[in-house]
């Protein structure tokens, strides 16, 4: 198996065994790109075989001392089967890798992320906040979007504290989930969406997140 023989030990050689790699609960956090990737590349085409592959990943874990894992999925949610078909296979929640160019604004976020947290309150895997401040791939495409404004990102953010963060709690028994909230990206200067200072915010981005989520 391609998974378990190579990439799964080139995981565990190179990050879950390094200390400083992200966990929550004793649990080391792996997110994944995209439901059908997963179950075509690693499930090979079959639900039950990639639903094997995430409870083979969680009987290793705690092999190695973990309580455990945690299996994000990076995946836009289509509808609400989607999101069934990916709480089945065992994946704790989704998050977003953007939601697309026109997530500069707050209210689009907010929008979007409530469509997400509905297609899975039906028995469907939950969708965490996942902050952005926009899509400019001007690189790419050769046009020009907007990136949020300090004021439009501090609004997502406080919204994300403050409205859906608790409903989250509210529906999921993992107390960690209720606390969760990500920002996207770092440094995608490429793809026109990053938090890391420059000369379009400065410090802004970071400084919006620490006032919210700081003490």
Same mark, same amino acid.
């Given at each position: 198996?391609?998974?378990?023989?190579?990439?799964?030990?080139?995981?565990?050689?190179?990050?879950?065994?390094?200390?400083?790699?992200? %966990?929550?609960?004793?649990?080391?956090?792996?997110?994944?790109?995209?439901?059908? !990737?997963?179950?075509?590349?690693?499930?090979?085409? *079959?639900?039950?075989?990639?639903?094997?592959?995430?409870?083979?990943?969680?009987?290793?874990?705690?092999?190695?001392?973990?309580?455990?894992? @945690?299996?994000? $999925?990076?995946? !836009?949610?289509?509808?609400?089967?989607?999101?069934?078909?990916?709480?089945?296979?065992?994946?704790?929640?989704? @998050? *977003?890798?953007?939601?697309?160019? #026109? *997530?500069?604004?707050?209210?689009?976020?907010?929008?979007?992320?409530?469509?997400?947290?509905? &297609?899975?309150?039906?028995?469907?895997? %939950? /969708? &965490?906040? +996942? @902050?952005?401040?926009?899509? !400019?791939? @001007?690189?790419?495409?050769?046009?020009?979007?907007?990136?949020?404004?300090?004021?439009?990102? %501090?609004?997502?953010?406080?919204?994300?504290?403050?409205?859906? #963060?608790?409903?989250?709690?509210?529906?999921?028994?993992?107390?960690? #989930?209720?606390? /969760?909230?990500?920002? !996207? %990206?770092?440094?995608?200067?490429?793809?026109?969406?990053? &938090?890391?200072?420059?000369?379009?915010?400065? $410090?802004?981005? &970071?400084?919006?997140?620490? +006032?919210? /989520?700081?003490?």
């Amino acid at each position: 198996d391609y998974f378990r023989d190579f990439i799964w030990t080139y995981w565990v050689d190179w990050y879950l065994t390094d200390s400083r790699y992200m %966990t929550i609960d004793n649990k080391p956090v792996i997110n994944l790109y995209l439901y059908n !990737n997963f179950v075509d590349q690693v499930g090979g085409g *079959s639900k039950d075989k990639a639903k094997e592959a995430i409870e083979f990943m969680d009987a290793e874990c705690k092999k190695l001392g973990y309580d455990g894992v @945690i299996i994000l $999925f990076c995946d !836009n949610l289509a509808n609400a089967q989607r999101a069934r078909d990916i709480k089945s296979i065992g994946a704790d929640a989704v @998050i *977003s890798y953007t939601l697309g160019e #026109m *997530s500069y604004d707050a209210q689009y976020q907010k929008d979007g992320m409530n469509k997400y947290f509905d &297609l899975g309150d039906g028995g469907g895997v %939950t /969708f &965490l906040p +996942s @902050i952005g401040v926009g899509f !400019n791939d @001007i690189g790419w495409t050769e046009t020009r979007t907007p990136l949020a404004s300090l004021e439009e990102h %501090t609004e997502a953010l406080r919204w994300a504290k403050e409205e859906y #963060m608790p409903k989250v709690a509210k529906k999921e028994k993992q107390d960690w #989930m209720g606390k /969760f909230v990500i920002s !996207n %990206t770092w440094n995608e200067y490429g793809e026109g969406h990053y &938090l890391m200072p420059s000369n379009l915010n400065k $410090f802004g981005y &970071l400084d919006d997140a620490r +006032s919210l /989520f700081s003490s």
